[in-house]
């Protein structure tokens, strides 16, 4: 499945966020994260998450699509990190 | 057609950027909007943009979807914006 992972946390948990979903998915631009992730490792990265936010005040959301067959992206001004090839 | 709004801009910017989009999408979190949008609205929203962000330093990622029928959305911590009932 491919994954958009958006992040909204305090600024003293963002490196560790940042530092985590990295692993797992490409850094796309500040606080946006993207790519393929099987349901295993979308587990994991969940679990790694869920133990460095503080539930109260951050928010990690996840948009999560079985196929991208009908998506496509478009970019204003310039692209800050690598994407990768899904659309 | 349904997008995903991720936009990375100056600081100088980001409430100039935020007013124009809220126009048309709904704000889900820091830097991240979303909504149902006409391709003529689109079209509008991306012209505005392209006329306060600095092409040189800003980003702004639109995913565009077709179709939600392949997708979901998950949430770890708290929910900071409305959300479009798309998922």
Redesign the interface.
Known sequence: MFV?L?Y??NQKRVAKVLKTARKYLYW?????LEGEITEANFRRL?GE??RI???????????????M????????????GGETNML
């Open positions: 958009i958006v909204d946390v796309v631009q500040n606080s946006v969940k998450l869920s936010i503080n539930q109260d005040e951050d928010s990690v959301l996840f948009y999560i699509f079985g196929s067959k009908y998506s496509s992206r478009e970019l204003l001004g310039i692209q800050k």
